[in-house]
């Protein structure tokens, strides 16, 4: 599983332009799949992009955890199901530290997400100084039980989740394959505990300064089902050759 996350970037004219030249570059393959996070804003655009390519998905970087009302600024996961999106990231370390979102919000989230019939991919992931004081897995696991604590047994089967330590991101700095493993085997245990064998079936992406140079190696772990990629997915050629890994 492949997943551009542009952030706040790519405007629907630039979001063209990308388009055209990513679907050059990248065929119809059956054994991935693609999706790309623009901003709200540029969804519409995007999706009459890929009118020809339903292979590739699109979704939201964050809905409002309420289905409507009076919440200016906001969309909420029914309004995202509306113009066409299909997965909802929930809980982005951003959000998370730059816009003060709680563990608590991430929850209501992810249950407002699959009530409009949107696939949450929820994002986890340790501060550096969580992971110099020993507490990754404690941080990671807190985050993952009241992420998807709430759902029952077979919606979390049917969630995304994705590790991103917080110092990884934008910095240059990825966690060694191994050491993303390490994380990786921590979060299907929890997953596991939260809904059993059905858990199986819940992709764990890895991300923090994923590039095509460090992708083929971080998917080579067995506990790594794929990425989400910042920076590297802004550039169509860059993205295309990591999607083709
Ligand atoms: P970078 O790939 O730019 O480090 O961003 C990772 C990320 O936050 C993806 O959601």
Redesign the pocket.
Known sequence: MFAA?W?MNHAPADAEAFMRQFLAYYPRTQDRTVIFFPSALTLHTLRLALKDRTDIKVGVQNIHWEDHGAFTGENSATIARGTGAKYA?VG???RRHVFGETDEQAGLKVAAAIRAGLTPLL?VGETLAERERGDTIAVVVRQLREGLGKAEIAQVASCLV?Y?PVW????GKTASPADANSVHSAIRQELRTLAGDRSEAVPVLY????NRGNAASLLAEAEIDGV??????LDAEAWSAIART
């Open positions: 996350n952030k990231l982005h370390s951003e994002c994705a991103e990884a991101i934008g910095t991300g923090g300064s994923v989400l990629v910042g920076g590297a997915s």
